[in-house]
């Protein structure tokens, strides 16, 4: 892992369905202003705007390919007009992984690239546990999401596997309070945020 260079700050928040990351970036960009920009979810955008969505395993591959290129020019996009502002990214690039229909390593060799260069692309990760792992209603407010609460846990589970080694993940655990939940994530964002404006020499 690289270190973060000069005026650079990419942070992923990411996690199971039903996990608060949504509403926590949300909160923090109004908190922080036009200091903080967030890359909206790819794949939301795709299926509300029609993208068909089918669970055989070529539709599957089809899919997660879209959304990954979708994904990583968004980031340009607003890296390329914000210069120097935080991205905040609603899920990344590595995400795809625990959706694909076969290994995480055939996803990376699909898609020409590999594991340690998507993790390389973020300087740090918070990672919203899912309601479900309490036992908590993951409907919310987000009309696309199709899972139940054992398919976001085991999607949740596949995700922690794949961002945990970032040198700069933090875990804000399932609460049954949401409030403490966002609470202590929000506090993880501001924690981080600080530790990378200093290290790219961000205003």
Same mark, same amino acid.
């Given at each position: 892992?690289?270190?973060?260079? =000069?005026?650079?700050?990419?942070?992923?928040?990411?996690?199971?369905?039903?996990?608060?990351?949504?509403? /926590? /970036?949300?909160?923090?960009?109004?908190?922080?202003?036009?200091?903080?920009?967030?890359?909206?979810?790819?794949?939301?955008?795709?299926?509300?705007?029609?993208?068909?969505?089918?669970?055989?395993?070529?539709?599957?591959? /089809?899919?997660?390919?879209?959304? !990954?290129?979708? %994904?990583?020019?968004? &980031? &340009?996009?607003? /890296?390329?007009?914000?210069?120097?502002?935080?991205?905040?990214?609603?899920?990344?690039?590595?995400?795809? +992984?625990?959706?694909?229909?076969?290994?995480?390593? +055939?996803?990376?060799?699909?898609?020409?690239?590999?594991?340690? @260069?998507?993790?390389?692309?973020?300087?740090?990760?918070?990672?919203?546990?899912? $309601? +479900?792992?309490?036992?908590?209603?993951?409907?919310?407010?987000?009309?696309?999401?199709?899972?139940? @609460?054992?398919? @976001?846990? $085991?999607?949740?589970?596949?995700? %922690? +596997?794949?961002?945990?080694?970032?040198?700069?993940?933090? !875990?804000?655990?399932?609460?049954?309070?949401?409030?403490?939940?966002? =609470? !202590?994530?929000?506090?993880?964002?501001?924690?981080?945020?600080?530790?990378?404006?200093?290290? $790219? %020499?961000?205003?």
């Amino acid at each position: 892992m690289s270190e973060v260079t =000069s005026r650079r700050c990419r942070i992923v928040v990411t996690g199971g369905p039903g996990g608060g990351k949504t509403t /926590a /970036a949300d909160l923090f960009r109004r908190e922080m202003g036009t200091s903080v920009v967030v890359v909206p979810e790819s794949a939301t955008l795709l299926f509300q705007g029609g993208f068909p969505r089918y669970p055989e395993p070529d539709a599957r591959v /089809a899919a997660q390919t879209a959304i !990954f290129h979708v %994904q990583r020019n968004l &980031e &340009e996009v607003q /890296a390329a007009r914000h210069v120097g502002r935080i991205l905040l990214c609603d899920r990344g690039t590595i995400d795809g +992984a625990a959706y694909w229909p076969g290994s995480h390593e +055939a996803f990376f060799e699909h898609l020409g690239t590999t594991y340690e @260069a998507e993790l390389a692309r973020y300087d740090g990760v918070i990672f919203f546990e899912t $309601a +479900a792992a309490g036992g908590l209603p993951i409907e919310g407010n987000n009309p696309i999401r199709t899972e139940d @609460a054992t398919e @976001a846990l $085991a999607i949740d589970r596949r995700l %922690q +596997a794949l961002w945990r080694v970032h040198p700069r993940y933090t !875990f804000v655990p399932n609460n049954h309070s949401f409030f403490k939940k966002i =609470s !202590f994530g929000l506090m993880a964002l501001e924690s981080l945020v600080g530790q990378l404006r200093t290290a $790219a %020499q961000l205003p």
